[in-house]
């Protein structure tokens, strides 16, 4: 089945602790996105990726990290730094190209707490 | 970074009943999207619009592109109980054309009660 595919599904982090979240997908898109989600805050860009080996910051890019090194992959780091990493993260991707109809496609999401 | 207005927050109706929810923008956009998403999945697409003026359905849920460019609505009548959950705007306005970047609305959380 074709899709995006998130892992893990619930992540827990101790203070000081750099975590990496996973992302892959096998619908051959060309972009991919990481989103933070918070109650009450809808979905908040963190990076993007329009192609392999580049990205760009999103609005709170601070305390993570991430590598575009394979087309299908797109990992999010979320690092010591980041003071206050407990929300629900959502990976996307889209097509991307003239004609994509700019129609982002989710995993099912991972779920960080702090110990 | 740029958020829409979406209302309302949340609805709590019975089942059989309509609803509406509408997202509003201070610049324009040139695409519109509407997500359903349930409790700890992702955010599932439930529209696509790309015309001003554009109505279109799909199933119980209508969404409309307004004629300003500026705001979207989206109806669902006759709600069932599996119509819990929350239910997103997002869009693309002229100035992240070339981007890719979406911007969310905050979210309707829908409530029906049998």
């Known amino acids: 089945d074709g899709g995006i595919t998130q892992s893990p599904k619930y992540l827990f982090r101790k203070e000081g602790q750099n975590v990496t979240l996973s992302c892959e997908q096998n619908?051959?898109?060309?972009?991919m996105y990481w989103y933070r989600q918070d109650p009450g805050q809808g979905l908040r860009l963190i990076y993007y990726s329009q192609i392999v080996n580049d990205f760009q910051k999103g609005d709170i890019a601070e305390g993570y990290s991430v590598s575009r090194e394979k087309k299908e992959s797109f990992p999010l780091t979320v690092t010591s730094a980041q003071k206050n990493p407990t929300a629900f993260y959502l990976c996307a991707s889209h097509h991307g190209g003239a004609g994509a109809k700019n129609i982002q496609y989710f995993g099912a999401g991972t779920r960080l707490s702090v110990l | 970074g740029q958020q829409l207005n979406q209302s309302p927050q949340s609805m709590f109706i019975q089942e059989g009943e309509d609803v509406s929810m509408n997202c509003t923008s201070s610049s324009i956009f040139n695409t519109w999207l509407w997500y359903k998403q349930d409790p700890g999945e992702g955010p599932v697409l439930l529209i696509a619009l790309y015309k001003a003026g554009e109505l279109t359905s799909n199933g119980r849920l209508t969404a409309q592109f307004g004629i300003t460019r500026k705001d979207s609505f989206l109806n669902i009548s006759a709600s069932i109980p599996s119509d819990v959950g929350i239910y997103f705007c997002?869009?693309?306005?002229?100035?992240?054309?070339?981007?890719?970047?979406?911007?969310f609305g905050t979210g309707t959380r829908l409530q029906v009660f049998p």
């Open positions: 997002a869009g693309l306005s002229l100035l992240s054309y070339n981007t890719d970047k979406l911007i």
């Open positions: 619908l051959n898109h060309d972009a």
